[in-house]
């Protein structure tokens, strides 16, 4: 039971982490965020790493329309990065 409230407050922690970091992003009007990359990631992960998504969830040539964000299964690692055309690789 101990493991199992431990895995469960860090995944809804990183829930509402990944949302706090979406709204600063809107906030200060970035429009497209990135999932980070990782040297070790899950067949869960690993199609959603790089992935760059416009916060407004709209489809343009850069941004896919599926806002899927981390947490993608419990213990998930990924975080959402600011994006910026131009600057950001």
């Not at 809804?12 to 990135?34: L, P």
């Not at 790089?50 to 899927?68: F, K, P, Y």
């Amino acid at each position: 039971l101990e493991h199992y409230a431990e895995m469960s407050a860090r995944t809804i922690t990183r829930e509402a982490v990944t949302q706090g970091a979406v709204n600063r992003m809107a906030s200060q009007g970035v429009e497209y965020c990135q999932v980070s990359t990782h040297a070790t990631s899950c067949p869960i992960c690993l199609p959603h790493e790089g992935n760059i998504m416009r916060l407004d969830g709209n489809e343009d040539d850069l941004a896919t329309s599926a806002l899927s964000l981390p947490p993608f299964h419990p213990n998930c690692k990924h975080v959402v990065l600011p994006y910026i055309k131009g600057l950001s690789r």
